[in-house]
């Protein structure tokens, strides 16, 4: 059986193998698998039924011939296109050659020509050498010229003479001091001959310009005669190259001098005798009746003229105070060409030389002010009005010393009438002291401080008011104001002294109470200020401190009073005026506990009580229990009167504080002599029977009836 299958299967083999070659079955076996879902088949498809109209049996079979046919024909048409390019590349193939052959033609050309223009060239590239040195030698020839040579231009404005002066001049004279500076870098290289040769011509130019500008600065400085000149800019430049020649300066200065202290003493007299253009402001004689105002407006003007003085010459030299120096140091961060101390040296020499014009200057108003000012002090002014006089003298003294220093003619004058307005106002106080002690004046009923007292403190006020004002230090002004008020306090407490050597303790202490409590706070009704027609001499802040001190004591004294001790300068002398009120105040103390003693008929009991020795008091007479309790009865009595007898007997004193001040310690005085009492009284020693029915009053209830408590 197995045999028969392989049998069969042998048969088989070759007619598979037919199957698979035959063509018809690979197409049949190809469509069978052909997927018509696939997108180019699709595309096929469409693509063949745009060939047909019709699906038929010939189309069909004529298929493949068709599309083969179609195929030869596109081709064809592709051939006959590309015909026409070949044609076109063809010819711009020719057109390239015969650019190929121009170009190697020009360049032939170009090579004979560099061979024939070779040496041109070189000849061009020389000649362009030397020109650039030439032009390398005329910029160092001009750059030469320039910096050591003066033009045609600057070399007739500085040696041709003329009216004027310009800025071009100033510049030409200044390029040509630049030349000789420069001139001595060539005197130390291998020039010197020509250094030498550039200085001996520019010297010749300089003499002839400095002497040229030396003119024409005399002649402006001719023209100062105005009480404010006008400096152009011109002659500062003038005044600051002429330094460089310092003879020709000297009299420049010596001329401004000259022309500067007639303007002075000629605008000083037309200030006194005839005033301002248009009579405003009126002639300073016109004020002669009022010596203060007088005096300040002739040292008002004399300040004014010199500060305007000072700055036309610091304008005129291009000078600064040292403030302004060190502002412009602090606001300029660049390094100056000279050191710190070359610049210190410059400005101090700078300040000399102004501060000695000045003093020439001014030197000619010395004389008519001394004259005026002395011929015022010696007119018969009283002391408050030389003193405000002398003080205003002070002021102004140490203002022009600030300006003009210490050793101009104008200080030393000024100083020496200070000196002269000082004496002449102690003169005035020592013989209105001399005065006061040849005639002695007795106290009134009332006590109160005599009329010249009155009139002496009225002056020590306004004098303080005006010396409150004055610009000198705390240490200063107590150390001057001491002898001031040591001149009028002095006679003034000796005359009191005086006055009271013939009255009663109590009296007298009283008095002398009141005369010192006004010296140390003097009434007033007003502030008064001095007012300067230049400037206000008491000043506002002076009189507002003491106006609102005035204003703050017056609860404390009941009215509206100036206390010594408003004014700093015063303060030692407060002190002492305050001791010597103390001593008197222990006097009145002293005296008003014998008085409260005596009215609270405690007195014999007390001395009783000293008297007894070693006796005990409850068996010494005087001292028995019988005494002691009619003492007591006299006490009671007398705490329900004692405010009443007590201010009249402190009544004439015109402070209500120190009257206050004496009856609390009289009292309190009284209460510790009634608590040794009443410890005496208990003391079983004493041997007083019951003591404590005695004692009607403990010193507790003493103290509160006579309201010391609190």
């Known amino acids: 059986m197995a045999t028969m299958l392989s049998a069969s299967t042998d048969e088989l083999q070759p007619q598979n193998k037919l199957a698979t070659a035959n063509p018809l079955s690979r197409k049949l076996a190809k469509m069978l698998h052909l997927s018509l879902d696939e997108p180019e088949t699709q595309e096929a498809l469409v693509a063949l039924s745009a060939f047909y109209k019709e699906n038929s049996t010939a189309s069909r079979r004529n298929l493949k011939s068709d599309i083969e046919k179609r195929v030869i024909g596109v081709n064809k048409r592709f051939l006959t296109a590309f015909e026409t390019v070949q044609q076109q590349l063809l010819e711009i193939e020719k057109q390239i050659d015969g650019i190929g052959d121009r170009c190697a033609t020009m360049d032939a050309q170009l090579k004979s020509a560099y061979n024939d223009t070779a040496a041109v060239l070189k000849h061009t590239h020389d000649l362009k050498a030397k020109s650039e040195l030439s032009m390398q030698r005329k910029f160092i020839i001009d750059t030469f010229l320039k ?52 200085i001996a011509t520019t010297n010749m130019y300089q003499e002839a310009a400095f002497e040229r500008l030396f003119r024409w600065t005399q002649a402006e400085c001719r023209l100062m005669k105005t009480e404010l000149p006008e400096i152009t800019v011109e002659l500062k430049q003038g005044i600051q190259a002429l330094r460089q020649r310092p003879i020709m300066f000297q009299e420049c200065m010596e001329e401004v001098s000259n022309i500067r202290r007639s303007a002075i003493v000629r605008g000083f007299q037309d200030a006194l005798t005839v005033g301002g253009p248009g009579g405003f402001p009126r002639p300073i004689e016109f004020h002669a009746h009022d010596a203060q105002r007088y005096i300040g407006d002739i040292l008002a003007w004399i300040h004014q003229a010199c500060v305007s003085e000072r700055e036309m010459l610091e304008g ?58 002395e011929s015022v002090l010696a007119s018969g002014i009283g002391p408050i009005t030389s003193y405000r006089i002398a003080n205003l003298i002070q002021f102004y003294t140490q203002t022009v010393v600030k300006t003009l220093g210490t050793f101009s003619q104008l200080s030393v004058s000024l100083e020496a009438l200070t000196d002269s307005a000082f004496k002449v106002f102690f003169d005035t106080l020592n013989a209105q002291a001399s005065d006061m002690l040849r005639f002695v004046q007795s106290p009134e009923q009332d006590l109160q401080p005599p009329q010249a007292v009155k009139d002496t403190i009225a002056q020590l006020r306004e004098i303080m008011l005006s010396y409150d004002g004055s610009l000198l230090s705390a240490e200063e002004r107590e150390q001057e104001f001491g002898k001031i008020i040591g001149t009028l306090m002095d006679p003034v407490l000796q005359m009191c002294l005086l006055g009271s050597s013939h009255l009663k303790p109590l009296d007298s202490a009283i008095y002398m109470v009141n005369c010192l409590y006004h010296i140390q706070v003097s009434r007033a009704h007003a502030c008064v200020c001095i007012h300067d027609h230049a400037s206000f001499w008491c000043s506002f802040r002076a009189c507002m401190h003491a106006c609102m001190h005035a204003c703050g004591t017056m609860a404390d004294h009941g009215g509206g009073q100036i206390a010594l001790a408003a004014f700093s300068f015063a303060a030692s002398q407060v002190q002492v005026l305050e001791s010597q009120i103390d001593g008197q105040v222990e006097v009145l103390v002293s005296e008003q506990y014998a008085v409260i003693l005596r009215q609270s008929g405690l007195s014999s009991l007390v001395q009783h009580m000293e008297a007894a020795g070693t006796t005990p008091l409850g068996l010494a007479r005087g001292s028995d229990a019988r005494s002691v309790a009619e003492a007591m009865s006299r006490l009671d009595i007398f705490l329900v009167t004692v405010t009443v007898d007590v201010a009249d007997t402190l009544s004439r004193i015109s402070s209500v504080q120190i009257a206050r001040r004496v009856t609390q310690q009289g009292f309190r005085k009284f209460v510790e002599t009634y608590r040794a009492m009443v410890g005496k009284i208990m003391d079983p020693e004493n041997k007083y029977e019951f003591p404590s029915t005695l004692v009607t009053r403990t010193v507790e209830e003493v103290e509160t009836l006579l309201s010391l408590q609190g």
């Open 316 to 373: 005129l030299f291009g000078l600064a105070s040292s403030s302004s120096l060190n502002r412009r140091r602090a606001s300029i961060p660049t390094p100056s060409a000279l050191s710190p101390l070359e610049e210190i040296d410059g400005f101090r020499a700078d300040e000399e030389l102004l501060l000695q014009i000045l003093d020439k200057n001014l030197e000619g108003v010395c004389r008519p002010l001394q004259h005026r000012v």
């Open 147 to 198: 910096r050591f040579t003066l033009s045609d231009e600057e070399i007739h404005a500085l040696t041709t003479s003329g009216d004027t002066v310009d800025n071009f001049f100033f510049s030409s004279l200044k390029h040509l001091q630049q030349i000789q500076d420069d001139c001595k870098t060539l005197l130390i290289s291998d020039h010197q001959q020509l250094g030498l040769e550039i």
